[in-house]
């Protein structure tokens, strides 16, 4: 008897964490800009603390090609309006709260399934005045939202940069149709983006301007649809036979290779571009063409799975290969899918597979991905948009990470220890012993 009130207490608890599960979750998962302890060396967090601050910029007469009249393929023009969150460096407090992060992503009925997120930002914390810093202008992909690549904007904003992504608001993922206006909107809106914080940093702009951001340095990274945007606004010209073929009316075409608006994506001071899982590079009607690849001259980092369901390997790799006037990586993830570009899945997104499918890959761990990521996307935007020369030692390492090599440690070696690429170590620089396995490296001048 006297066992009764204790098994009592227990099925309680028990009961308690049942039905808490995922804010007992939501509380051991921290922040993903935050890495892991197997994270290579350029992953963690910089000197800065993160601020953000979300504003709303206005993109005057913009074509709005998913209510074209069917007879004239005539589009109104609309004022688009952009949410936008901008993450920037700040000085270290200990005692400012860190902002929790809400979305909402389509379910597989086609419903909004809301979920939070925790970071590491501060919302509207004053900037830190060592700047001008760099800018680097993010973009996600179809029906995503910028906080859900909260990983690679506080980590980056850590490390003395800023980064600007809107809100590019999609069509329903299963409207096949409505699949011209982000095909518009992305490049558009990314050029849009860049364009109107530069300006503004030249001013006293309260969000902008001060000297908080260098308008000459700039970076573009986008993952899936965004991937197709940073491309496209980043200098590859879009092919004019696709760009005919799939938009009527002459609204792609406009901005095409050869178009009369292609001048108007060209951004001042750009110095290099991430494309993660890219889209539009596969198949006989990709993007791009060879051509329009070759007028891409920034340097350009590829980050892509051979086993990516959504977009492909092959589009990614031809996107790479063709892209022969710019000195360009593509770092591959073997047996790796799409969602290599999206923070780890979110407590409410865990219940269903469909939701769950969004964020994580079904083989590798997200927290390691987005670690692997930060490092080579630390080291490639150090190296050229900061001219760090240092950082090229990250990015030039053999083809095959399983090729490393690692002689016995000497006494007294931490376990941890990062590959110096030297002393017979030719484990890739900067990751761990046993910890560089599963991933290629490919690496092409510009000719």
């Given at each position: 008897m006297q066992f009764k009130p204790f098994i009592r207490l227990a099925i309680s608890v028990a009961s308690l964490f049942v039905v808490s599960g995922s804010i007992a979750l939501a509380m051991a998962q921290g922040p993903d800009s935050q890495p892991g302890v197997d994270a290579p060396?350029?992953?963690?967090?910089?000197?800065?603390?993160?601020?953000?601050?979300?504003?709303?910029?206005?993109e005057p007469g913009a074509p709005d090609v998913l209510h074209m009249e069917k007879a004239t393929h005539k589009a109104p023009l609309i004022d688009r309006k952009l949410v936008v969150e901008v993450w920037y460096p700040v000085a270290k407090t200990a005692s400012a709260s860190p902002v929790v992060y809400s979305g909402t992503f389509e379910g597989q009925d086609a419903k909004p399934v809301a979920f939070t997120a925790p970071g590491i930002a501060v919302r509207d914390a004053a900037p830190d005045p060592g700047g001008p810093y760099p800018l680097v202008v993010m973009a996600h992909g179809y029906s995503g939202t910028p906080v859900a690549m909260s990983w690679l904007a506080e980590n980056l904003a850590s490390k003395g940069y800023v980064v600007v992504a809107a809100h590019h608001v999609d069509p329903p993922w299963g409207d096949k149709g409505a699949f011209i206006g982000p095909a518009l909107w992305r490049p558009l809106d990314i050029a849009f983006l860049a364009h109107t914080v530069q300006a503004r940093a030249k001013t006293d702009d309260p969000i902008f301007g001060g000297g908080l951001i260098d308008p000459t340095h700039v970076a573009l990274a986008g993952y899936s649809m965004g991937g197709y945007g940073v491309l496209t606004a980043g200098g590859a010209g879009l092919s004019p036979l696709t760009a005919s073929l799939a938009m009527p009316g002459g609204y792609l075409s406009a901005y095409a290779r050869g178009g009369p608006k292609a001048g108007e994506l060209h951004i001042e001071g750009l110095k290099a571009v991430v494309a993660i899982s890219p889209a539009g590079g596969a198949g006989f009607f990709s993007a791009w063409d060879g051509a329009g690849l070759r007028q891409l001259t920034s340097p350009l980092l590829v980050i892509v799975g051979d086993q990516d369901k959504t977009v492909g390997y092959a589009g990614p790799k031809a996107i790479f290969d063709k892209a022969v006037k710019s000195p360009r990586y593509l770092l591959t993830y073997h047996e790796g899918g799409h969602s290599i570009g999206m923070n780890s899945a979110p407590a409410a997104m865990r219940s269903a597979l469909w939701d769950q499918d969004w964020f994580e890959d079904p083989v590798w761990r997200k927290d390691r991905v987005i670690g692997?990521?930060?490092?080579?996307?630390?080291?490639?935007?150090?190296?050229?948009?900061?001219?760090?020369a240092a950082k090229s030692a990250y990015l030039d390492v053999a083809q095959n990470s399983n090729d490393g090599a690692w002689p016995p440690p000497k006494p007294g070696a931490p376990y941890d220890a990062y590959s110096s690429g030297a002393d017979g170590i030719t484990v890739w620089k900067g990751f761990q012993r046993n910890h560089a396995t599963g991933l290629s490296l490919e690496h092409k001048a510009a000719e």
């Amino acid at each position: 008897m006297q066992f009764k009130p204790f098994i009592r207490l227990a099925i309680s608890v028990a009961s308690l964490f049942v039905v808490s599960g995922s804010i007992a979750l939501a509380m051991a998962q921290g922040p993903d800009s935050q890495p892991g302890v197997d994270a290579p060396e350029l992953a963690r967090l910089g000197p800065h603390g993160v601020g953000v601050r979300t504003t709303l910029l206005v993109e005057p007469g913009a074509p709005d090609v998913l209510h074209m009249e069917k007879a004239t393929h005539k589009a109104p023009l609309i004022d688009r309006k952009l949410v936008v969150e901008v993450w920037y460096p700040v000085a270290k407090t200990a005692s400012a709260s860190p902002v929790v992060y809400s979305g909402t992503f389509e379910g597989q009925d086609a419903k909004p399934v809301a979920f939070t997120a925790p970071g590491i930002a501060v919302r509207d914390a004053a900037p830190d005045p060592g700047g001008p810093y760099p800018l680097v202008v993010m973009a996600h992909g179809y029906s995503g939202t910028p906080v859900a690549m909260s990983w690679l904007a506080e980590n980056l904003a850590s490390k003395g940069y800023v980064v600007v992504a809107a809100h590019h608001v999609d069509p329903p993922w299963g409207d096949k149709g409505a699949f011209i206006g982000p095909a518009l909107w992305r490049p558009l809106d990314i050029a849009f983006l860049a364009h109107t914080v530069q300006a503004r940093a030249k001013t006293d702009d309260p969000i902008f301007g001060g000297g908080l951001i260098d308008p000459t340095h700039v970076a573009l990274a986008g993952y899936s649809m965004g991937g197709y945007g940073v491309l496209t606004a980043g200098g590859a010209g879009l092919s004019p036979l696709t760009a005919s073929l799939a938009m009527p009316g002459g609204y792609l075409s406009a901005y095409a290779r050869g178009g009369p608006k292609a001048g108007e994506l060209h951004i001042e001071g750009l110095k290099a571009v991430v494309a993660i899982s890219p889209a539009g590079g596969a198949g006989f009607f990709s993007a791009w063409d060879g051509a329009g690849l070759r007028q891409l001259t920034s340097p350009l980092l590829v980050i892509v799975g051979d086993q990516d369901k959504t977009v492909g390997y092959a589009g990614p790799k031809a996107i790479f290969d063709k892209a022969v006037k710019s000195p360009r990586y593509l770092l591959t993830y073997h047996e790796g899918g799409h969602s290599i570009g999206m923070n780890s899945a979110p407590a409410a997104m865990r219940s269903a597979l469909w939701d769950q499918d969004w964020f994580e890959d079904p083989v590798w761990r997200k927290d390691r991905v987005i670690g692997v990521n930060l490092h080579f996307i630390t080291a490639f935007l150090d190296l050229y948009v900061k001219g760090d020369a240092a950082k090229s030692a990250y990015l030039d390492v053999a083809q095959n990470s399983n090729d490393g090599a690692w002689p016995p440690p000497k006494p007294g070696a931490p376990y941890d220890a990062y590959s110096s690429g030297a002393d017979g170590i030719t484990v890739w620089k900067g990751f761990q012993r046993n910890h560089a396995t599963g991933l290629s490296l490919e690496h092409k001048a510009a000719e």
